[in-house]
């Protein structure tokens, strides 16, 4: 994985690239590169053995133009400014090429949640909570899981939020668990929304989804998911990777067999179907159809991209190519999906979930994928019109020129504020 991209510098240049098919002064463009505001500030807890531990936390509200900013909360030992500031900028941008009514926010704390206890973990959750809860709020700010956090960490959240407010706010934070007001379907959402997209992709380029090749790095939440569906939709997972290295068979295998033996041996490596043990960068190079990264961001370089094979690419990470990746992809006709597309199943069913929340009303697991299904097709749509009245070469510039155009409309008619 190159670590050379600067993520709030890859995610500025894609503004920038997008602004150049916009009718948008510089100067509302500027507006629209950087966060509104960013909370730095340092947790100090308790470990077990009584000593005192400090950590380094950010919360990061990109814009509000569209709604109450909204995104995840990450804990991972990479966690930086630059990154929960980039993940924030596509948050808001993936709100508005999907068209629901959020802005984007993201934060994170700098830590490798294994090196700690349970009750330490919830101590330090607790901790950040206090300091977010002037700034959250189900009109203000709503996180969410990312990763290394999810149901358990969001209701630590919430509970914190609640008895501090003196009140019951379930839609203060998304991706609880059922039983604290969760939604049906947003566990699957993320995975649901890359392979619909890529559905949608291969319709548009027509070409045929059934018995398509498909490999997927990164086997976590996002990328176990996209392989279960894209193989209950007839194509063949023939690789997969996550941190530990690669497997691959050219006939396919059965994705869910292979999640089984992740669960059972903490990775996909060694699984009985595979034909052969690769690595990452080989899973991300192979000839297949169909690629789905769904690791972390800057999964693909410059030269890595040299050598990537798929024809479609659906990004189910957030920024898996680096800037200069995405250019030569582009010259070798690679159809990519852009995360801010592909991977926006997540907050998609987490603005569901807001909706429920709002409404005390509960919707089956049928519907919400329904009305996902359409939330999705609907932003391809979008993204194609734009790629083709503006004879674009790369669809994440398309998808950029929708979300840019739909944020600064919200922005042109609030008016001004001294
Ligand atoms: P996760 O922690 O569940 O899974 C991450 C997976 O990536 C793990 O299998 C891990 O082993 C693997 N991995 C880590 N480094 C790797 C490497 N160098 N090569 C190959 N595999 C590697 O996380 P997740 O929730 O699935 O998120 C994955 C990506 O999807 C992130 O970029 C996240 O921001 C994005 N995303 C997730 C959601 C969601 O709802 N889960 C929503 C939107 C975007």
């Given amino acids: 994985m190159s670590q050379e991209a600067n993520p709030f510098e890859s995610l500025q240049s894609q503004i920038d690239e997008a602004a150049t098919y916009l009718d948008i002064g510089d100067d509302v463009i500027e507006r629209l590169k950087y966060p509104e505001r960013v909370l730095e500030t340092n947790l100090t807890i308790e470990r077990d053995d009584g ?3 400090r950590f380094k936390a950010f919360r990061s509200q990109f814009n509000g133009d569209r709604g109450p900013y909204k995104g995840g909360i990450r804990y991972h030992p990479q966690v930086s400014r630059d990154e929960v500031r980039a993940l924030s900028g596509w948050m808001t941008y993936k709100t508005a090429i999907v068209d629901i009514p959020l802005g984007g926010g993201k934060g994170g704390i700098i830590l490798d949640p294994d090196d700690y ?14 300091e977010l809860r002037p700034m959250i709020g189900e009109d203000r700010d709503v996180p969410a899981p990312d990763v290394n956090t999810g149901q358990r960490e969001m209701n630590w959240i919430k509970d914190t939020y609640e008895t501090l407010e003196n009140t019951t706010e379930p839609g203060v934070i998304t991706g609880k668990a059922l039983d604290s007001g969760g939604s049906e379907g947003r566990v699957e959402a993320t995975g649901r929304s890359t392979v619909i997209a890529a559905r949608e992709a ?3 380029l027509d070409k045929d989804l059934e018995g398509a090749t498909v490999a997927v790095q990164g086997y976590g939440n996002a990328g176990w998911i996209a392989a279960k ?7 063949t997972v023939v690789a997969a990777s996550d941190s530990s290295g690669g497997i691959y068979n050219p006939d396919g295998f059965d994705p869910v067999a292979a999640k089984d033996h992740k669960n059972e041996t903490g990775s996909v490596v060694g699984y009985e179907e595979s034909e052969e043990e690769i690595t990452n960068d080989e899973v991300l190079t192979l000839d297949v159809d169909l690629l789905i990264p769904a690791a972390l961001e800057n999964a693909v370089d410059e030269d890595l991209a040299a050598d990537v094979s798929a024809d479609v690419i659906s990004e189910a990470a957030n920024g898996p190519l680096t800037p200069a990746a995405d250019e030569v992809l582009k010259e070798k006709d690679v159809f990519v999906i852009p995360d801010i597309l592909a991977n926006a199943g997540g907050v998609t069913v987490s603005y569901f979930e807001w909706v429920q929340n709002r409404q005390r009303f509960y919707w089956s697991e049928e519907r919400v994928n329904e009305e996902l299904e359409t939330v999705i097709v609907d932003a391809f749509d979008a993204l194609v019109e734009a790629y083709e009245e503006n004879d674009l070469d790369n669809p994440r510039t398309a998808a950029y020129v929708v979300a840019i155009q739909r944020v600064a409309d919200a922005f ?3 008016g001004s504020w001294p």
């Fill in 229 to 235: 569906l894209i193989d209950e939709m007839g194509a």
């Fill in 202 to 204: 291969f319709d548009y």
């Fill in 412 to 414: 042109a008619e609030a």
């Fill in 117 to 130: 206890s349970e009750s330490e973990l919830e101590r330090l959750t607790r901790s950040f909570a206090k």
């Fill in 51 to 53: 000593t005192l531990e």
